[in-house]
Nanobody, 126 residues
Framework: QVQLVESGGGLVQAGGSLRLSCAAS????????VNWYRRSPGKSRELVAS???????TYADSVKGRFTISKDNNKKTAYLEMNSLKPEDTGVYYC????????????????????WGQGTQVTVSS
């Protein structure tokens, strides 16, 4: 009943830009924090950026100054604007919500913890 769907990935040359979107669907009441993770070839999963319900943001050192996380509460969508992309930014990018409060048609208000999207591939060529 709740889904997180990423989009916006693709192939881009080094120095280029991409904008990822994470659209939440379902009868969502609130999301505490939205995170963007990535898994690059040969590396462990990395937390790239986070945005809290209050709008506070944090970034991995590797993307500071290049990536911007934002959200549109009305559209239930979070974004990751990626500029000055480097080949090492290549990977599958995942949207994650740590806590989602939503309405289940049968059970009423429920909370989903550590909810993930399916991921979107970003490839940066040199």
């Amino acid at each position: 009943q709740v889904q997180l769907v990423e989009s916006g990935g693709g192939l881009v040359q080094a120095g280029g830009s991409l904008r990822l979107s994470c659209a939440a669907s379902g009868s969502i009441l609130s999301i505490k924090t939205v995170n963007w993770y990535r898994r690059s070839p040969g590396k462990s999963r990395e937390l790239v950026a986070s945005i809290t319900s209050g709008g506070s943001t944090t970034y991995a050192d590797s993307v500071k100054g290049r990536f911007t996380i934002s959200k549109d509460n009305n559209k239930k969508t979070a974004y990751l604007e990626m500029n000055s992309l480097k080949p090492e930014d290549t990977g599958v990018y995942y949207c994650n919500a740590d806590r989602i409060l939503f309405i289940d048609q049968e059970m009423g208000a429920r909370e989903a913890i550590d909810y993930w999207g399916q991921g979107t591939q970003v490839t940066v060529s040199s």
